[in-house]
Each structure stands twice: as structure tokens, then as C-alpha cells.
């Protein structure tokens, strides 16, 4: 939960960057690439071009054919866009880097209520119409 109290989850990266560097990333499953754009900073070209040069980037499709991306797709592009924007690596180096970290292991998630299962998958209902 962010110090705010909201049911917004922090992404810190953890590559030497200070604390007050953080990113908000709301708590729900999928996200269209307008609202990753708006987390990211990033424009849609380029998390489109992204998908193309990072194999960790790979967002589902919804029927329409709109991209839906996750959670994890969110944070990765974060780590590359902290490499290249921040650190200065080339996509190359971005790549060699990503590949040579040790694998995350990830906290277990804790069971959703039933009202938490219900948002989302209201949530998911609202993307697919």
C-alpha cells in the first residue's frame, strides 16, 4: 500500500535508486496502453518498439485487439526505462543487463476477498466492451 493509504501498490526500482524515485502503479490486473503511458512517462511508440526489442514485454490481447498489459509488464518497462533513460545503456547493454540478473522471486499473493474478485473482474468485463 503507497503512504497515502490508497490501494495503490509502489514499484521502487531497485537499481541505486533513491526511495523518493517511486512510481504508483494502481492496483488492479490489466492495464490499455494509455493508461501505461500515463504511468510510464513513455509514449505508445515506444513501449510498442519495446515489445519488439525485450522478450519480457509481452502484453495479452483483448478482443478488440487492444493491447492489456500487467502488472509485471508495467514494472519491467520501468527497469528499461530506468537502464536506458537514467543509466545511459544502449538497448543492447539494457538487454545484456536484464538477462545477467539473477531471476526475482516473487512474494506469494494473498488470497483476493470476494468483493476484491468481484472489481476485478468488473474491471476485466470493462476492458473486453
Same mark, same amino acid.
Given at each position: ?66 493491447? *492489456? ?6 514494472? !519491467?518497462?520501468?527497469? =528499461? @526505462?530506468? %537502464? #536506458? ?26 488470497? *483476493? ?6 472489481? !476485478?473482474?468488473?474491471? =476485466? @468485463?470493462? %476492458? #473486453?466492451?
Amino acid at each position: 500500500m503507497a503512504a497515502d493509504g490508497s490501494l495503490y501498490t509502489t514499484f521502487i526500482w531497485h537499481f541505486g535508486m533513491h526511495p523518493e524515485s517511486e512510481t504508483n502503479i494502481p492496483d488492479k490486473l490489466y492495464f490499455k496502453i494509455g493508461e501505461v503511458t500515463d504511468i510510464t512517462g513513455l509514449a505508445g511508440y515506444i513501449l510498442r518498439f519495446w515489445e519488439s526489442e525485450f522478450k519480457n514485454i509481452r502484453p495479452g490481447r483483448s478482443e478488440s485487439g487492444q493491447r *492489456l498489459y500487467r502488472k509485471k509488464d508495467i514494472e !519491467e518497462i520501468l527497469k =528499461i @526505462r530506468h %537502464l #536506458l533513460y537514467d543509466k545511459k545503456f544502449t538497448i543492447q547493454g539494457a538487454k545484456k543487463h536484464l538477462k545477467s540478473e539473477p531471476p526475482q522471486k516473487h512474494k506469494p499473493v494473498p488470497p *483476493l476477498t470476494a468483493e476484491e474478485l468481484q472489481r !476485478e473482474l468488473t474491471a =476485466i @468485463r470493462d %476492458l #473486453l466492451d
